[in-house]
């Protein structure tokens, strides 16, 4: 069976960090791509972050470029996003998904995890 746990959120102080992690079963990392989704009260699910672990290459949403940091580690099947500089407008529910294509739109994306909450303070 598939499945994609996300974890690490919490709530941390504006200018904050904390590290979020997905643990994939049922599938090997290198055959996809995960990425990183994030959802804020009343508005639209949208793309944060995606790594090809078979290539290494990796893609950013313009609003954290800079700041967070996507990486893998292959032994673990785990796909790390590692957050710095959080503002409050990082407050959301963050969702890993994995896609057999490297890309930000979430159509492409099979499988889903359920999701952690994020909640930076000012």
């Known amino acids: 069976e598939v499945q994609l746990q996300a974890s690490g959120g919490g709530l941390v102080q504006a200018g904050g960090s904390l590290r979020l992690s997905c643990a994939a079963s049922?599938?090997?990392?290198?055959?996809?791509?995960i990425g990183w989704f994030r959802q804020a009260p009343g508005k639209e699910r949208e793309g944060v972050s995606v790594?090809?672990?078979?290539?290494?290459?990796?893609y950013y949403a313009d609003s954290v470029k800079g700041r967070f940091t996507i990486s893998s580690d292959n032994a673990r099947n785990t796909v790390y996003l590692g957050m710095n500089s959080l503002k409050p407008e990082d407050t959301a529910v963050y969702y890993c998904?994995?896609?057999?294509?490297?890309?930000?739109?979430?159509?492409?994306?099979?499988?889903w995890g359920q999701g952690t909450q994020v909640t930076v303070s000012s």
């Open positions: 049922g599938f090997t990392i290198d055959d996809y791509a």
């Open positions: 790594i090809s672990s078979s290539d290494g290459s990796t």
């Open positions: 998904a994995a896609s057999k294509i490297g890309t930000m739109s979430e159509l492409e994306y099979d499988y």
